[in-house]
């Protein structure tokens, strides 16, 4: 059997990690397959879809990888199906046209509330035939009278449901526009959907979908509904808890590579294995391995899964990501080494992508001032006979690279017979503007040998200005 799955958000927010997560699984589990994922757009609620939220999903499924074979279908897009089948129920008396009116539907709510019972629909028009004359009416679904609905849930187990429990459902509004459940069923049947991969809010949707797919004569898929995230309190994750959009986790500097690695993980385990990468993902997925019970989000895991992958992933890739946040931070790459070259020395020196461009300034333009207790600390009188020679046998070097400029910094320190920190503490000052930068060779190496020279004077200088005041 050829698998197909699909995601299918409704464009009324941001893509959440959530949501990541449940598209994740369901495109692990076509992919594990062979199989094909479909992106559907369920934009029936034309009050809360918007344009915007359908771009931010688009753009956190690009971001992610997470890329469709199929579609973007749009619910909006297929009304004319959802009517025809709609008529063909009603013809086939699997529906019926319903015309109490809002406000008596409400009072038998009311009075059902007031009994303690759950409110439903009794079936008032479900047999009657005795229709009004230009009336609105709804048109329900014919929900079967007995039985009960069996649903072999992938992470649930059995679900029973017992038809007695469920109303007969509207299908159509009196505005003529086809509801939420039915939408989805039809779309199910026609994409060929095999499993339905999502969150477990939906549980109490699907008896009446699969009721609603065997009166359409349409093949059952399966089903696996995911259970929620819960921030790290133990609540269902919101704003409060920090980022839940995607793209909001692309801001902050993490790798798509490492939220993937960290959503696979947040309710889906193989053996005690915490880094996959997607291929691994891919391979060893199963839908049957999710957890059932809520999983919490730890955001200092997602950190060291993202230094993991910033530290191990080709420079060349890792540089793919950086790019954009260099760009948010108005760094000029052009002013500069390779990219890759600088995140090859300050991969290991950073939790995320935005630091890493935080901390890289220096390799692209000039530092504005030192940094204060850097300076105070190494930029001192007794640093200045180290600089100035340092500085001659750095414009000496003939071959500028990593091993000529040590030997510059080692001849130095023997020469003026002093430790090496007292010669590399006040070149680095001078040369980054900060204490902190990966080894001086390779650090050094990727910056112009008159940069490093003008940089120098300007320590000097630094150090003369102290003298003098
Ligand atoms: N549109 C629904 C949602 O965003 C998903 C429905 C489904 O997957 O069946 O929650």
């Known amino acids: 059997m050829s698998i197909t799955?699909?995601?299918?958000?409704?464009?009324?927010?941001?893509?959440?990690?959530?949501?990541?997560?449940?598209?994740?699984?369901?495109?692990?589990?076509?992919?594990?397959?062979?199989?094909?994922?479909?992106?559907?757009?369920?934009?029936?609620?034309?009050?809360?879809?918007?344009?915007?939220?359908?771009?931010?999903?688009?753009?956190?499924?690009?971001?992610?990888?997470?890329?469709?074979?199929?579609?973007?279908?749009?619910?909006?897009?297929?009304?004319?199906?959802?009517?025809?089948?709609?008529?063909?129920?009603?013809?086939?008396?699997?529906?019926?046209?319903?015309?109490?009116?809002?406000?008596?539907?409400?009072?038998?709510?009311?009075?059902?509330?007031?009994?303690?019972?759950?409110?439903?629909?009794?079936?008032?028009?479900?047999?009657?035939?005795?229709?009004?004359?230009?009336?609105?009416?709804a048109i329900r679904f014919k929900n079967p009278l007995n039985g009960t609905v069996v649903v072999n849930d992938h992470i649930r187990g059995k679900i029973e449901i017992s038809n007695t429990e469920l109303d007969d459902l509207v299908i159509q509004r009196s505005d003529g526009t086809p509801t939420y459940n039915f939408c989805v069923v039809v779309d199910d049947w026609d994409m060929g959907i095999t499993h339905v991969v999502r969150g477990e809010d939906h549980i109490n949707n699907t008896p009446r979908q699969i009721n609603i797919l065997q009166a359409l004569g349409a093949p059952i898929p399966e089903y696996a509904h995911v259970s929620m995230i819960l921030g790290d309190d133990g609540k269902k994750l919101s704003k409060r808890h920090g980022a839940v959009?995607?793209?909001q986790y692309r801001d902050d500097g993490y790798l798509p590579q490492a939220l993937l690695n960290y959503l696979v993980r947040l309710g889906w385990s193989h053996g005690d294995q915490e880094i996959f990468s997607?291929?691994?993902?891919?391979?060893?997925?199963?839908?049957?391995?999710?957890?059932?019970?809520?999983?919490?989000?730890?955001?200092?895991?997602?950190?060291?899964?993202?230094?993991?992958?910033?530290?191990?992933?080709?420079?060349?890739?890792?540089?793919?990501?950086?790019?954009?946040?260099?760009?948010?931070?108005?760094?000029?790459?052009?002013?500069?080494?390779?990219?890759?070259?600088?995140?090859?020395?300050?991969?290991?020196?950073?939790?995320?992508?935005?630091?890493?461009?935080?901390?890289?300034?220096?390799?692209?333009?000039?530092?504005?001032?030192f940094d204060a207790n850097a300076a105070k600390k190494h930029l001192r009188p007794v640093a200045k006979d180290a600089l100035l020679l340092v500085k001659d046998k750095l414009q000496a070097i003939q071959q500028w690279g990593p091993e000529t400029i040590q030997q510059a910094i080692n001849d130095t320190a023997t020469e003026l017979d002093v430790g090496m920190g007292k010669v590399g503490m006040p070149l680095r000052v001078a040369a980054t503007g900060s204490g902190n930068s990966p080894s001086l060779d390779v650090t050094l190496n990727l910056l112009k040998p008159e940069q490093v020279a003008q940089r120098i004077d300007k320590a000097l200088i630094y150090i003369a200005n102290r003298e003098n005041s």
């Open 5 to 137: 799955t699909r995601f299918a958000p409704s464009p009324t927010g941001y893509l959440h990690v959530g949501g990541a997560r449940t598209a994740l699984y369901s495109w692990l589990y076509a992919k594990s397959k062979g199989g094909k994922f479909i992106l559907r757009i369920e934009d029936t609620d034309i009050e809360r879809s918007t344009q915007a939220a359908i771009n931010a999903i688009l753009e956190g499924m690009q971001w992610l990888g997470l890329h469709h074979d199929d579609g973007p279908y749009y619910q909006t897009k297929r009304f004319d199906r959802y009517k025809e089948l709609i008529q063909q129920l009603l013809k086939e008396g699997k529906a019926y046209k319903c015309f109490m009116s809002s406000a008596e539907l409400d009072g038998i709510r009311e009075k059902q509330m007031a009994n303690g019972e759950k409110p439903r629909y009794p079936g008032t028009w479900r047999e009657r035939t005795d229709h009004p004359e230009n009336q609105p009416f």
């Open 278 to 369: 997607v291929d691994e993902m891919i391979e060893l997925f199963d839908l049957d391995a999710i957890g059932q019970s809520a999983s919490a989000f730890n955001t200092d895991k997602l950190i060291w899964l993202n230094q993991h992958y910033i530290k191990t992933m080709p420079a060349q890739e890792v540089a793919e990501h950086a790019k954009w946040h260099f760009d948010q931070q108005a760094i000029d790459l052009s002013a500069g080494p390779a990219l890759e070259d600088v995140i090859a020395i300050q991969a290991d020196r950073v939790k995320t992508l935005k630091e890493m461009a935080e901390i890289s300034r220096y390799f692209y333009e000039e530092y504005q001032e």
């Open 245 to 247: 959009s995607v793209m």
